[in-house]
């Protein structure tokens, strides 16, 4: 996993409304959680049974020290994570109405990763790549990130791409279609995918986006995910790669009510990992995240619900897979 790291602050109330003034106001809980969409994934993944390495950037701080020991007890390898010298461990504020949510967030060292960070033995050892966040280390990372991907595949790694929001709400440009057009499956979520291809609806947006020749899965939240499969397979998307049905397909799970539903979609983004890795096709692999992002938000923040793979295996037992249009 090469992304984010930093600590998640979570404050949930069902009528979350902070006021300035110097007022206190009392909340229904407040939490400190692992945080950054690959650490969250990172950690999911680990639960499910993975073998995992986090490659992120930190400060050498008591946050940064935090999250390194943190990452650690969940089984998660952190050697590979930088440690900035005199800089801030980057930091969010998560505030929870249940089913919305406000992020607040400090970059610190997060922007700094650089391809130049990911060790080429660490590549030579995994199965899989997968970039999170690409907006908040597009400074540093996004220059050598299609470059990197595309070494990756040649080493017979399959790669994977989550965005996640844009806060500038530039949506990309040429870079980011380079790296997209490297990545074997693409994960947006639905706002991110319509503003990304630019479309004025997620058919169009899935169309588009899927015309790199990787697949597309597009996460939909309470509704499940939409799959479309690739385009135009390379040699690495065999047929047995999981990446290659015949057509889109949107899978969802019987109704949850969540209890947060922060770190949702990177714990969705582990499941349908776990799932290629072990043989599923996308729809498979995609029920699969739709159980893993569904447990989770039984607890607050990403990592705050513990969910294994035989718990996430019966939940995705549930699903319901038609085809469609995309």
């Not at 020991?69 to 461990?89: C, H, N």
């Not at 169309?207 to 309470?222: D, E, F, I, Y």
Request: aromatic share 2%.
């Amino acid at each position: 996993m090469v992304g984010d790291c930093n600590p998640d602050v979570i404050i949930a109330d069902a009528d979350l409304a902070p006021e300035f003034g110097q007022r206190e106001r009392l909340v229904d809980t407040m939490s400190l959680a692992i945080g950054g969409s690959a650490a969250i994934t990172a950690v999911a993944a680990a639960r499910l049974g993975l073998r995992v390495a986090l490659v992120a950037a930190v400060g050498d701080d008591p946050a940064g020290d935090l999250m390194l020991a943190l990452l650690r007890r969940e089984g998660v390898d952190v050697g590979a994570v930088a440690i900035r010298p005199g800089q801030a461990t980057g930091m969010t504020a998560v505030l929870s109405r249940s089913a919305d949510r406000a992020i607040l967030t400090a970059l610190g060292a997060i922007g700094t990763l650089a391809a130049a960070d990911i060790p080429a033995d660490l590549l030579g050892r995994a199965r899989h790549l997968h970039v999170s966040s690409y907006f908040l280390l597009k400074s540093a990372l996004g220059p050598g990130l299609a470059a990197l991907m595309a070494t990756a595949r040649e080493q017979g790694l399959r790669t994977s791409l989550d965005t996640n929001d844009d806060p500038a709400g530039l949506w990309g440009g040429e870079a980011l279609r380079a790296v997209i057009a490297r990545a074997d499956v693409f994960l947006p979520n639905q706002a991110e995918a319509l503003a990304i291809a630019g479309a004025p609806d997620l058919s169009a947006a899935a169309s588009l986006l899927n015309q790199a020749g990787g697949a597309v899965v597009v996460k939909l939240g309470a509704r499940g995910a939409l799959c479309v499969p690739a385009r135009c397979p390379p040699d690495l998307r065999d047929p047995g790669s999981g990446l290659a049905a015949a057509e889109p397909v949107r899978v969802w799970l019987p109704p949850m009510v969540p209890t947060d539903t922060t770190g949702a979609g990177d714990c969705f983004n582990a499941g349908l990992i776990a799932g290629l890795l072990g043989g599923l096709d996308l729809a498979g692999a995609a029920a699969l995240g739709c159980a893993v992002g569904a447990l989770s938000t039984q607890g607050f923040g990403g990592t705050g619900a513990r969910t294994d793979m035989a718990a996430a295996a019966r939940l995705a037992e549930s699903a319901t897979a038609i085809r469609c249009d995309a």
